[in-house]
């Protein structure tokens, strides 16, 4: 089964930037769209940022748009989420999911994604 293991959260002040590595294993990443989602405790997961597997197509979520940039390096089997302009709203746990899709089709519905790591803390604040 498909392994995935954010890393790269931190703390940080308003204004500052980050980058999330979403990090696969025992798979090949070629054929799975990745998402980045977010929760704060008591509201539900919320989809930031997805890229397709082929020809990586991206969505963004209105909240990051302009400010967060998903890329993917399958020769490293890697994906990033690159956030700029950290507020104290983007304050979250950040996961990366996988959706087998070798058809390309950008799924952007949290159901379709099967597989998910453990999530990574940024917090934003002064």
């Known amino acids: 089964q498909l392994q995935l293991a954010e890393s790269g959260g931190g703390l940080l002040q308003p204004g500052g930037s980050l980058r999330l590595s979403c990090a696969a294993s025992?798979?090949?990443?070629?054929?799975?769209?990745i998402g980045w989602f977010r929760q704060v405790p008591g509201k539900e997961l919320e989809g930031v940022s997805y890229?397709?597997?082929?020809?990586?197509?991206?969505n963004y979520a209105d909240s990051v748009k302009g400010r967060f940039t998903i890329s993917r390096d399958n020769a490293k089997n890697t994906a990033y989420l690159q956030m700029y302009s950290l507020q104290p709203e983007d304050t979250a746990v950040y996961y990366c999911?996988?959706?087998?899709?070798?058809?390309?089709?950008?799924?952007?519905?949290?159901?379709?994604?099967?597989?998910w790591g453990h999530g990574t803390q940024v917090t934003v604040s002064s």
């Open positions: 999911a996988a959706d087998f899709q070798p058809a390309g089709v950008l799924h952007t519905d949290i159901d379709d994604y099967d597989y």
């Open positions: 025992r798979y090949t990443l070629d054929y799975y769209n």
């Open positions: 890229i397709s597997c082929t020809e990586c197509k991206t």
